[in-house]
């Protein structure tokens, strides 16, 4: 068997090369990748090379939304066989901090995480995981749809933390792929309104046929009116931002509903924003973020084998690994036409 990677090389530059074929360690599993999304962080380091204090040094595989197929076990494997067909949880925590013990392993500061420098991606043909870290796909749910449980994940994360229930009222900033996700997690959560906010009519599009109930477009209405009209004056129970623009962040107070609650889920470019804490205390509202998700893989495969969510229609390009580039070019440059791209690798 042959391993093929390609890598960074600089930004907006890949290049190919021969990788060793990695070994699986004592309750490790050798898996042949099959299918990985491509993520906006992924974009982010491929455009700039850096997220925060994360930089990319040297030449870098990205990717970390991936599904395959176990092909070999390493030692004290007990739970999965060659031939399972797998969800890979990215990231590798240390078992031991204060954070792993109180099952809040997402917050493990030593996490090795795929394509976080320094650690690569996936890629790639051939990766090795902890075998507690990969999650068995049952037979109805495709490895495209594997890969997507990660960024479920993150949406189910930000819906629990919300506390979304029955026939709450939700507002979501964004309707990329993570906007969506959280969409389908909320309306899975019994959510009756799911207001979705974006200033790109081919998402907003994607955002009704999954359930969105209303959409509104900045570029066309005025938000906060059209959030009041829609809610009778009220505003929602739980608003949710997943796309990390300072204007978003600063509106979450304004269309709260009194003892309602905030999710900051998107990161924004600046480190400090301007908020209005003032009008959050005044409403009694509560303030959360979130960072990726804990103990959810289960949970999102289980939803998607049963078909509570949906989460194919969100793929609105697929490539193969052959033009991996040529993929991030597109998603780079068109913007407004894609809502999730996937590379197979076949």
């Not at 890598?7 to 299918?35: S, Y």
């Not at 996936?122 to 037979?139: G, S």
């Not at 507002?171 to 993570?178: A, E, L, N, P, R």
């Not at 600046?270 to 804990?294: A, H, P, W």
């Amino acid at each position: 068997m042959s391993n093929k990677a390609i890598f960074m090389h600089g930004t907006n530059q890949m290049i190919w090369k021969d990788v060793p074929m990695p070994a699986p360690k004592e309750k490790e599993v050798l898996i042949k990748v099959d299918a990985v999304g491509i993520c906006g962080s992924d974009v982010h380091y491929y455009q700039h090379g850096r997220i925060g204090d994360f930089v990319v040094e040297g030449d870098f595989v990205l990717g970390h939304e991936c599904a395959g197929e176990v092909v070999e076990i390493g030692s004290g494997v007990k739970n999965l066989k060659v031939g399972d067909r797998v969800a890979l949880e990215p990231g590798k925590t240390c078992g031991k901090c204060e954070f792993c013990k109180e099952g809040r392993y997402n917050l493990c500061p030593d996490v090795e995480f795929f394509a976080t420098p320094p650690y690569h991606g996936v890629l790639t043909n051939y990766v090795t995981h902890p075998e507690d870290m990969c999650f068995k796909l049952p037979e109805n749910v495709s490895n495209v749809e594997g890969a997507l449980v990660e960024p479920l994940a993150v949406g189910l994360h930000a819906a629990n933390v919300g506390g979304v229930k029955l026939g709450d009222t939700v507002v979501i900033y964004g309707s990329g792929c993570i906007g969506l996700v959280t969409l389908l997690a909320c309306k899975a959560k019994g959510a009756s309104k799911v207001i979705t906010v974006d200033v790109l009519e081919n998402r907003l599009k994607t955002a009704v046929k999954l359930g969105a109930t209303h959409v509104i477009n900045p570029k066309e209405a005025d938000v906060v009116k059209s959030i009041a009209e829609i809610t009778e004056g009220k505003g929602a129970h739980v608003v949710i931002d997943t796309a990390a623009a300072e204007v978003t962040v600063k509106q979450t107070a304004d269309v709260l509903r009194i003892g309602g609650t905030i999710v900051l889920v998107g990161m924004t470019a600046k480190d400090e924003v301007e908020f209005n804490f003032m009008k959050l205390m005044s409403k009694e509202g509560q303030m959360k973020t979130i960072f990726r998700y804990r103990n959810l893989y289960p949970v999102a495969i289980n939803a998607i084998a049963s078909g509570a969510i949906n989460v194919k229609d969100i793929v609105s390009h697929a490539f193969d690994f052959e033009n991996t580039k040529e993929a991030f070019d597109f998603v780079v440059n068109n913007a407004r036409d894609v809502v999730k791209a996937v590379i197979r690798i076949k």
